[in-house]
């Protein structure tokens, strides 16, 4: 009886991983990530959406970004095992990081997850609701820690249904890549503010 208690408190410990750890590991994942896209693209040259910097796009990714934050926000309140997921996830990542460390978690996930989620895998599947059930599927997949956090894969799965949304309603991945990157710094943000 003691021994299933241990295993369960251990499983619902947050492992300690330092900064370093959490700052390579972010690195590696992104050029592991670029990397698969560069290969997609080099076996399949036409598997790309378009990546032209236009402001109306930064600024509709600016506004989708924000509002992906609320929705998320609502969601945590509303979904109890979602927010011990989330609760999870953002103190393993988020606690041994600085202030300036968030910078790099907006910029690498955000640049590297899009051109391979929405700037490949979307544009390569047809027709266009394939791509978008697909690279979905593998976006949610992709934070998944255990299966024990799934409800944190469903969301991701759902924010992946929204950002591939917007690329195949604006053409241009640069929509979601400015999205994901604001839904990154906005929610490490206040979590480091919460709990500091």
């Known amino acids: 009886m003691v021994w299933a208690g ?3 408190l251990t499983m619902t410990r ?21 990397l698969v896209s560069r290969l997609w693209q080099f076996f399949d ?3 790309q959406f378009t990546l032209v ?12 970004g924000v ?11 509303l979904w109890p095992s979602y927010r011990e997921c989330s609760n999870y996830y ?9 202030w300036p460390d968030l910078l790099w978690l907006g910029l690498l996930p955000g640049l590297s997850e899009e051109l391979l989620f929405r700037g490949v895998i979307l544009s390569a599947l047809a027709p266009p609701w394939v791509g978008l059930l697909v690279s979905s599927a593998c976006f949610g997949i992709l934070h ?21 949304l917007a690329v195949l309603a604006s053409g241009n991945v640069l929509v979601a890549i400015v999205a994901h990157g604001l839904t990154n710094w906005i929610s490490a943000g206040l979590w480091k503010w919460q709990n500091q």
């Open 45 to 47: 040259p036409l598997a």
């Open 14 to 34: 947050t492992p300690e991983l330092s900064r370093t750890e959490i700052l390579v590991a972010m690195g590696l994942t992104a050029v592991g990530l670029w």
């Open 144 to 164: 998944l820690g255990s299966w024990q956090q799934w409800p944190y894969g469903v969301w991701a799965s759902c924010i992946g249904l929204i950002l591939g």
């Open 67 to 77: 509002g992906i934050s609320a929705l998320s926000r609502l969601v945590y309140w």
């Open 53 to 64: 910097w236009r402001w109306a796009d930064v600024l509709w990714g600016m506004a989708l």
């Open 6 to 8: 241990r295993t369960a």
């Open 90 to 98: 953002l103190e393993l990542v988020l606690s041994p990081l600085v």
